[in-house]
């Protein structure tokens, strides 16, 4: 068995030896709402990594039905080829090409047709991402943080906030400059982060996580990054 992760730690699809899978959706609160079995034939993309880059990027696509041989395999961004460069029944490897522009993800095969739900985001120049300001300062888990900055990326999924070390749940965003994300239930006290694809941007103040039962903030202690 081969087990796909998401950024923020949730388990999302299944690999079984045969290529058959099962793939896991959750809501904004990280509560599973769907479970769906796939069978070796059926094409589907489930998630792809990472979720923005410049052209030349590799993205590593998760999904189903996929060909074996890397040539049957036709994928699209944005109606813009791309090239694959490995493949299995699960697994597709595949470099963004100069054209590219923001959008869709598509593969064609044997198999048929499929189109990613989520949005792949193409820069050539991706800034790395500044916080300046967020509020509330102090809450417990479950807690609605706005986060205010710079350099922010259209869509909740291009957008990776952590408290610590554990990953927030993203509920909203307005780029350029703002997302809203849960505090997460698993969340230690100390600076929030925000990432941007795989660059870091610290925090300007310290998040202090409260825990109810104590009826005081917990101490803090900064992250590692």
Known sequence: MNYVYDELGRLVQV???DGS?????????GNITAVKADTVNTLAINSFAPTSGAAGTNVTL???????????NTVTINDIA??????????????????????????????????STQ??????NLSAPTITSFTPAIGAAGTAVTVNGTNFQAGTAN??????????ILTGSTAPNQVVVTVPSAASPGRSRYRLSQVPARAVRIFLL????????????????
């Open 119 to 124: 949005t792949f985001t193409v820069g050539s």
């Open 210 to 225: 409260f825990h109810p039962a104590l009826r005081w903030p917990m101490s803090w202690l900064p992250d590692a990054s």
């Open 15 to 17: 690999i079984a030896a």
């Open 159 to 168: 957008n990776k906030v952590f408290f610590g070390n554990v990953g927030g």
């Open 82 to 115: 791309a090239t694959v460069t490995a493949a299995s029944a699960t697994q597709l490897s595949l470099t963004v090409p100069a054209a590219a522009t923001t959008g869709l993800i598509k593969v064609s095969n044997a198999n048929g047709s499929v189109i």
């Open 21 to 29: 899978s099962t793939q896991y959706a959750y809501d904004a609160a």
């Open 62 to 72: 998760f999904g189903s039905g996929f060909s074996t041989t890397a040539a049957s």
